[in-house]
């Protein structure tokens, strides 16, 4: 999916915001336009709100959450009156049966006491448990949603995510990758 980066979602110094960084580039390319058009999407964890802003041109409505206030202020102050941003952790707020496409660019950062609240959200074990629950919720709910996202090789072996959906009896399929000096990024796409 093409997208656009307004420079309104760079967080400056101190805004404790995910800055938009190689993994929301990734998730944003690897999105196929027609499973958004005319759906209704849930983003969690907004962060700047760029990859919901992007998302918008394609759906018919879209939520997203965060665990972060910071996050969840600065996301509603770029996306304006678009969707409904909320803090809140995972899929825990929203009906799934409402949802038709879930995305998610988890943090997937070691847990450091020499790291802000932020960058400690999720450690690379909340990271897998957390993508786990959701292809687990999504496995029971009679509905096919759609879930993108994003898992990093510090964190998850990819034959690992590959192997828990196929039990799941899930679809999955691996989108895209990108090979940076210390990882590899890869967009994966679940669906029933």
């Known amino acids: 999916m093409e997208f656009i980066f307004p420079k309104t979602f760079i967080p400056k110094r101190g805004e404790n915001v995910y800055e938009p960084s190689e993994d929301t580039f990734l998730l944003l390319e690897s999105m196929d336009e027609k499973d958004l058009k005319g759906k209704v999407v849930l983003e969690i964890g907004v ?12 759906t018919s409505y879209a939520y997203g959450n965060d665990i972060s206030r910071d996050a969840v202020r600065f996301a509603k102050k770029n996306l304006k009156d678009k969707g409904k941003i909320f803090i809140s952790k995972g899929t825990e707020a929203v009906k799934l049966n409402n949802i038709d496409v879930i995305v998610f660019n988890p943090p997937y950062l070691p847990r450091d006491e020499k790291r802000t609240s932020l960058e400690n959200a999720f450690s690379e074990e909340e990271c897998n448990k957390s993508i ?8 029971k709910i009679n509905k096919n949603i759609v879930f993108y996202f994003i898992v990093s090789s510090l964190c ?3 034959n690992a995510i590959i192997e828990y959906a196929t039990n799941l009896n899930l679809k999955i399929k691996l ?8 990882e590899e990024i890869y967009c994966f796409k679940v669906w029933k």
């Open 47 to 58: 962060g700047s709100g760029i990859v919901i802003y992007n998302i918008f041109k394609h």
């Open 132 to 139: 786990k629950e959701i292809m687990m919720k999504i496995s």
């Open 156 to 158: 998850e072996d990819k």
């Open 175 to 182: 989108v895209d990758m990108k090979k940076l000096f210390f």
